[in-house]
């Protein structure tokens, strides 16, 4: 299966689903070289973000990117659900001076590593998966004018 659905349920930027189901779809089978896969991608507000990251993660305070991940340990495809905080994207644009677009993209991309099995509760750990998510933003920077996202 190849499955990428989106659902924008905030309303602080417009954003165009069809672009981001394009390059959301090269990065599964071109750069992550999936085949099979199961995502769901969600876009909040910080509210709803908030309301999402105390109900399951008993954590306060909205964040830029929470992952699910619904598969069995015998699945060799991806299946899970991210949610990306479109507010935590504009704010952090301008603190890592970029677009809230390639922001939106990048929580995309840490959302599928986690998925992968990368691992961020740990310094090491971290820094593997933010050199592995740098050089993925980067490719896609190289492939797509991610500004068309809205």
Request: aromatic letters at 10%.
């Amino acid at each position: 299966m190849r499955e990428l659905s989106l659902k924008n349920e905030q309303r602080a930027r417009r954003l165009d689903l069809a672009f981001f189901r394009k390059v959301g779809r090269w990065v599964l089978l071109e750069s992550l070289e999936r085949t099979e896969f199961e995502i769901h991608v969600n876009f909040l507000d910080a509210a709803a973000m908030e309301a999402l990251n105390r109900r399951f993660l008993q954590h306060s305070g909205s964040t830029d990117v929470i992952t699910f991940d619904y598969r069995s340990d015998s699945e060799a495809s991806l299946s899970g659900e991210i949610f990306i905080c479109v507010d935590e994207a504009v704010a952090q644009s301008a603190r890592f001076r970029t677009s809230w677009q390639e922001e939106v993209f990048r929580y995309f991309i840490h959302g599928l590593l986690h998925l992968e099995g990368f691992d961020d509760r740990t310094e090491p750990k971290r820094r593997v998966m933010k050199r592995r998510e740098n050089r993925l933003v980067k490719e896609l920077r190289g492939a797509f004018s991610l500004s068309i996202l809205g």
